[in-house]
């Protein structure tokens, strides 16, 4: 799981950013949960902190992924 700072909880939202690092100003990480039949859904979202920052060298992604399989039962 990627180490996050600023959690902000407000159901059904969790954000939370992660710190600045070789290849990134940081992203925010946004989870949602909703209810689906038979259980609930997730949806996440990572994305950059710095607006203009055109290139994630697939951080973000990685995110998104560590955080699913870290969920994952």
């Known amino acids: 799981m990627p180490k996050v700072t600023g959690v902000i909880m407000t159901p059904p939202t969790v954000q939370a950013k992660v710190g600045m690092g ?29 607006p203009l920052q055109l290139v994630d060298y697939g951080k973000n992604k990685k995110n998104v992924e560590s955080i699913a399989a870290g969920l994952a039962p």
Do not use: M, Y
């Open 22 to 50: 070789a290849l990134s100003w940081g992203e925010k990480i946004t989870v949602t949960l909703h209810p689906i039949d038979g259980g609930t859904g997730v949806h996440i979202r990572s994305q950059c902190a710095f």
